[in-house]
């Protein structure tokens, strides 16, 4: 049985395709988070693999990197890179275990794989309006924004997909808008509007637009009178699995008290009331 396919890969294409360079800020603090985390890694990469949707700006990043389309079937060779970025696109994939699980066959024993990507928070405001809108609106409900991973369950994928000393964490960043219909025009720009397989396939109604820009005014405005925008910005680290790293030890093989590790006196428990 084929896997549901939840992204119109053509239509994916076609946004960032349609993207503007002066609008990739999400990519710009993706880029410096990734840097930042490989600052504090006591390694040095010799060959690099990024998976991307927008390759320019990836490829001007890291010059000497390969560059790896986000296809459903990633062009990485078994046991060639010692450190792969998955870089703002797990959030599209139609199997994200399985890019995942890719990206480790991708690893020599011991790479690394930084997996960043948008979050289950992301855009939460505008998700809301725009279904409180259609609903009074049409009556109904039809697919607009992408379904993200919540952070606890994040980690668990990285674990799935065979990874060692799996860590998932989450920064959450908030924009500011005119209104909703600026936030609207930026995501268009960004190459990140609505590519759902079972997205309406014509334009939205203009009132029910207007009544999401009303409520999310309402109930989203800052106190500079405009509007905020949630980007969650999940990492997912992982290092393929090696005979090289850190393994724990066998239940009841210490060798040394916890309480004389900590300096203090151990207290056995009281079970007289089990």
Same mark, same amino acid.
């Given at each position: 049985m084929s896997m549901p396919q939840l992204t119109d890969?053509?239509?994916?294409?076609?946004?960032?395709?349609?993207?503007?360079?002066d609008a990739l800020f999400l990519q710009e603090h993706a880029a410096d988070e990734l840097q930042e985390r490989l600052s504090e890694v006591n390694r040095t990469f010799t060959s690099v693999a990024i998976v991307t949707g927008f390759p320019d700006f990836w490829g001007q990043r890291y010059p000497d990197a390969h560059i790896i389309p986000d296809d459903d079937t990633l062009d990485l060779a078994p046991g060639t890179f010692d450190l792969i970025l998955h870089?703002?696109?797990?959030?599209?994939?139609?199997?994200?275990?399985?890019?995942?699980?890719?990206?480790?066959?991708?690893?020599?024993?011991?790479?690394?794989?930084?997996c960043t990507f948008l979050g289950g928070q992301t855009l939460h405001e505008l998700r809301s309006s725009l279904a409180e809108a259609e609903a009074a609106v049409t009556g109904g409900l039809s697919p607009r924004i992408a379904p993200m991973g919540e952070i606890r369950d994040l980690g668990g994928l990285l674990q799935r997909a065979g990874f060692a000393l799996p860590v998932a964490d989450s920064t959450p960043i908030t924009a500011s808008y005119a209104n909703a219909f600026h936030l609207m025009h930026d995501l268009r720009k960004m190459g990140e509007?609505?590519?759902l397989t079972d997205r309406i396939k014509h334009p939205t109604r203009r009132n029910v637009l207007t009544e999401a820009a009303s409520i999310y005014a309402?109930?989203?405005?800052?106190?500079?009178?405009?509007?905020?925008? /949630?980007?969650?910005?999940?990492?997912? /680290?992982g290092w393929a699995p090696s005979a090289d790293q850190p393994q724990p030890l066998r239940p009841g093989s210490a060798t040394t008290r916890l309480a004389d590790a900590l300096g203090t006196d151990e207290t056995p428990l009281d079970r007289s009331n089990d």
């Amino acid at each position: 049985m084929s896997m549901p396919q939840l992204t119109d890969r053509a239509a994916l294409l076609r946004n960032r395709s349609r993207a503007s360079s002066d609008a990739l800020f999400l990519q710009e603090h993706a880029a410096d988070e990734l840097q930042e985390r490989l600052s504090e890694v006591n390694r040095t990469f010799t060959s690099v693999a990024i998976v991307t949707g927008f390759p320019d700006f990836w490829g001007q990043r890291y010059p000497d990197a390969h560059i790896i389309p986000d296809d459903d079937t990633l062009d990485l060779a078994p046991g060639t890179f010692d450190l792969i970025l998955h870089a703002m696109c797990l959030h599209w994939a139609n199997d994200p275990v399985g890019q995942l699980v890719q990206a480790r066959h991708g690893l020599k024993p011991d790479g690394l794989l930084l997996c960043t990507f948008l979050g289950g928070q992301t855009l939460h405001e505008l998700r809301s309006s725009l279904a409180e809108a259609e609903a009074a609106v049409t009556g109904g409900l039809s697919p607009r924004i992408a379904p993200m991973g919540e952070i606890r369950d994040l980690g668990g994928l990285l674990q799935r997909a065979g990874f060692a000393l799996p860590v998932a964490d989450s920064t959450p960043i908030t924009a500011s808008y005119a209104n909703a219909f600026h936030l609207m025009h930026d995501l268009r720009k960004m190459g990140e509007n609505n590519a759902l397989t079972d997205r309406i396939k014509h334009p939205t109604r203009r009132n029910v637009l207007t009544e999401a820009a009303s409520i999310y005014a309402d109930n989203f405005r800052n106190d500079d009178n405009r509007v905020d925008a /949630t980007f969650e910005v999940i990492t997912l /680290t992982g290092w393929a699995p090696s005979a090289d790293q850190p393994q724990p030890l066998r239940p009841g093989s210490a060798t040394t008290r916890l309480a004389d590790a900590l300096g203090t006196d151990e207290t056995p428990l009281d079970r007289s009331n089990d």
